[in-house]
T-cell receptor
Framework: EDKVVQSPLSLVVHEGDTVTLNCSYE??????LLWYKQEKKAPTFLFML????IEKKSGRLSSILDKKELFSILNITATQTGDSAVYLC????????????FGTGTLLAVQP | NAGVMQNPRHLVRRRGQEARLRCSPV?????VYWYRQLPEEGLKFMVY????????ESGMPKERFSAEFPKEGPSILRIQQVVRGDSAAYFC?????????????FGSGTQLSVL
């Protein structure tokens, strides 16, 4: 059965801390791994990773994929209260249908 | 450049009524996806459509649920004879050429509450 597992389920940190969110996947016909941030409602796109070992960065956020070990991590440095959200990991799979299978997310709370 | 637009944001229905959820994709996107999110659960794939075609409906219940994406107008997710278990947030997403079809842009969702 195809699945995406995220850890931890939730995390509480203080402003300025660095956090690492984990995502492991087992899917047929893997194509890419995506990270989204979900605040109020709409998940907003962060990264799409297709190649192993190549880090993608956007400001204080970065992510990397390991296709051999089937996992990805999302790092956030110097966290701010505005980083508080649910972070979703998703894997596209299954041939040509562009379906995404999502993990249940990591709830990050950044305290002032 | 408008993103994915969904309406209504909130929809309340009594058991047995019909719910119609609308989704206008990002301008220029021809691929639309519907996902459902239950409390404490991840987003679950329901259906993938292109203009006038259902490409993959493997995640959609066989009964009472249907989806369309007509040549003109928004995509519609229709739930007939709603039951309490249909209460959830329904998200629409779209993708298109240029950024990779796997990069989905999501709308703000429709929260369906069945009384």
């Amino acid at each position: 059965e195809d699945k995406v597992v995220q850890s931890p389920l939730s995390l509480v940190v203080h402003e300025g801390d660095t956090v690492t969110l984990n995502c492991s996947y087992e899917v047929t016909n893997f194509r890419s791994l995506l990270w989204y941030k979900q605040e109020k409602k709409a998940p907003t796109f962060l990264f799409m990773l297709t190649s192993s070992g190549i880090e993608k960065k956007s400001g204080r956020l970065s992510s990397i994929l390991d296709k051999k070990e089937l996992f990805s991590i999302l790092n956030i440095t110097a966290t701010q209260t505005g980083d508080s959200a649910v972070y979703l990991c998703a894997s596209s799979y299954g041939g040509a249908t562009n379906k995404l299978i999502f993990g249940t997310g990591t709830l990050l709370a950044v305290q002032p | 450049n408008a993103g994915v637009m969904q309406n209504p944001r909130h929809l309340v229905r009594r058991r047995g009524q019909e719910a119609r959820l609308r989704c206008s994709p990002v301008k220029g996107h021809s691929h639309v996806y519907w996902y459902r999110q239950l409390p404490e659960e991840g987003l679950k794939f329901m259906v993938y459509l292109q203009k006038e075609n259902i490409i993959d409906e493997s995640g959609m219940p066989k009964e009472r649920f249907s989806a369309e994406f007509p040549k003109e107008g928004p995509s519609i997710l229709r739930i007939q004879q709603v039951v309490r278990g249909d209460s959830a947030a329904y998200f629409c997403a779209s993708s298109g050429p240029g950024q990779g079809y796997e990069k989905l842009f999501f709308g703000s969702g429709t929260q369906l509450s069945v009384l």
